[in-house]
């Protein structure tokens, strides 16, 4: 059964949000993919190698990011203030931007591909394009080992972003009111808020929606810095193969990359042409 995540919100928002979470957690992918180059873009082309992606492979780490340095300009920004609303409740349109502003640096993005009802991760071309030095990187298969971090993304099928006044402050009302803090509904209504903030990080336009991306958000209080290295075992996944593109032809790439799989012991494998193939299909060819 694949996750649908217009059941996860439906289950959130109008029974509760431990039904919600319970159906997420038992239907999310058990693997999840991600694309990484092995040659550092410049000016001139691909003429660096980037050797650090495949030590931080070796030592079992992975990278997380702040949302303002992913490649989407509208990350943690689906939404639009309704200024109205917002001056016409006493507040300053400032205090919303800092809020919002926050909550956005709070969290480290994971950013993942799975497979869909269509298409797996390792035979979506454009993916191994934009991500893997068109066709030249790898791409990775993690088990995941523990999902309660791992949403979906959601893309808006009309393209459009949504007010957030009413949200944030619904979010932080306890705060700019002391007496709410007594509500006896307060935990319930906060959790469900919780997630129409999530949903900040977690909503991208349809034009991406090829990605079938699903995303780890680590908690995260440094603001200064873009992201942060982290363990796999802190965020619950575990390397589990690596498929090299059909383009990886670099000897010592292809030679480090064995060491890595025969290290870990994990199964290494070439995305190959099949020239008879008469589908727009890649054959998975074992290395190791």
């Not at 991500?131 to 999902?147: K, S």
């Not at 977690?202 to 034009?207: A, E, V």
Request: aromatic fraction near 12%; proline fraction near 4%; glycine fraction near 2%.
């Amino acid at each position: 059964m694949l996750y649908d995540n217009k059941k996860f919100l439906n289950l959130a928002f109008y029974e509760s949000v431990d039904i919600a979470n319970k159906y997420r957690i038992e239907n999310l992918p058990k693997k999840i993919y991600k694309f990484i180059p092995l040659y550092n873009d410049t000016e001139h082309g691909l003429n660096t190698k980037n050797t650090r992606n495949l030590d931080t492979i070796d030592q079992n780490y992975i990278w997380a990011s702040k949302s303002d340095s992913l490649n989407d300009p509208f990350e943690g920004k689906c939404y639009v203030l309704n200024e109205n609303k917002i001056l016409k409740s006493g507040n300053s349109i400032e205090t919303f931007e800092t809020l919002a502003e926050d909550f956005r640096n709070s969290f480290l993005i994971l950013a993942f591909s799975a497979e869909s009802e269509f298409l797996h991760p390792i035979q979506n071309l454009p993916m191994w394009a934009y991500y893997a030095n068109n066709h030249q990187g790898i791409c990775l298969e993690y088990i995941v080992e523990n999902n309660s971090s791992l949403y979906q993304v959601c893309y808006e099928p009309d393209n459009s972003r949504y007010p957030l006044a009413s949200t944030l402050s619904s979010f932080y009302e306890p705060y700019f009111n002391p007496e709410k803090l007594t509500s006896p509904h307060l935990d319930n209504d906060r959790e469900k808020v919780m997630l129409g903030m999530l949903g900040t990080l977690l909503t991208k336009s349809k034009l991406w929606q090829n990605e079938n991306e699903y995303r780890i958000l680590h908690s995260y209080n440094c603001i200064e810095k873009n992201g942060k290295k982290l363990k796999l075992s802190d965020v619950h996944i575990k390397l589990n193969a690596i498929y090299m593109g059909n383009n990886c032809t670099d000897t010592i790439n292809i030679s480090r990359l064995q060491e890595i799989a025969q290290k870990h012991n994990i199964e290494l494998s070439k995305m190959i042409i099949d020239e008879k193939n008469p589908k727009f299909e890649m054959v998975v060819k074992s290395i190791t």
